[in-house]
């Protein structure tokens, strides 16, 4: 099989796995066999907020995950607005960034164990440093236990399969999140990140949910046309 063939092979595939968990957030979304993933997705947005705060030269205490599909990290940061745009827009914007990652990285690996590593080793550095309830423990501990034994003993197309399957549906899920969460206006409880800047800045939450959402969207874009649409050049071309 030439390049170019393994390439169009691989393409298709990452397209059906696209297509594959497009169908599945909107036809299963509150099945069960999804509920692990939103809560891992759910771990990417509040990971998001903990890196903004080290970022600015804050604090983490906690990051904690309900069982019905919320989170919260406990942080603290030296106040200004500039710091609180950054830290509260790293939940959405940080959750993309992450699954965009995992959708490249995916499309790339040939086997797909050491991408499972590092998520088993994400998982496990948050519940060693930052968790402190018995849910999120149990949770983010299974989560980079499977990983750990998938990347292991799994079939080198299984865990292709999964790596590939949880990149799409990471990335359909922040783009999900931002629409369920920032744009029902009539379901806010005044507690999201749009909020919380909307406090502090004065523009609408709307604003900040449809800015978020923008610039999401353009992530996963542009994360696609980097993966489908610019083919390798042929050795000697100009």
């Known amino acids: 099989m030439t390049q170019m063939d393994a390439r169009h092979h691989l393409d298709g595939k990452l397209l059906v796995a696209l297509a594959a968990a497009a169908v599945a957030g909107v036809l299963f979304w509150n099945t069960w066999p999804l509920y692990p993933l939103k809560l891992l997705v759910v771990l990417m947005h509040e990971s998001g907020h903990a890196a903004a705060t080290l970022m600015v030269g804050g604090s983490v205490d906690a990051i904690r995950i309900s069982p019905d599909q919320g989170g ?3 942080a603290r940061f030296p106040p200004s607005i500039l710091r609180e745009v950054v830290v509260s827009s790293a939940g959405y914007v940080g959750s993309a960034v992450s699954a965009c990652v995992l959708l490249y990285v995916a499309a790339r690996a040939k086997e797909g164990r050491w991408p499972l590593i590092a998520l088993a080793g994400w998982c ?10 018995l849910f999120t423990l149990a949770f983010v501990g299974g989560c980079a236990l499977a990983l750990g034994l998938l990347a292991r003993y799994g079939a080198a197309w299984l865990r292709r399969a999964v790596l590939v399957f949880l990149a799409a549906f990471s990335c359909c899920y922040a783009l999900y999140d931002i629409r369920d969460d920032l744009l029902h206006v009539s379901s806010w409880s005044g507690g999201t990140d749009a909020d919380a800047l909307a406090r502090a800045t004065f523009i609408p939450a709307i604003v900040w949910g ?20 610019s083919a390798p050049r042929a050795p000697g071309a100009m």
């Not at 496990?124 to 309830?133: P, Q």
């Not at 449809?210 to 649409?229: E, K, P």
């Open 210 to 229: 449809i800015g978020w959402g923008a610039v999401s969207i353009a992530l996963v874009v542009l994360t696609l046309r980097r993966i489908l649409v």
């Open 72 to 74: 919260v990290t406990l």
């Open 124 to 133: 496990g550095l948050v519940a060693a440093i930052y968790v402190r309830d």
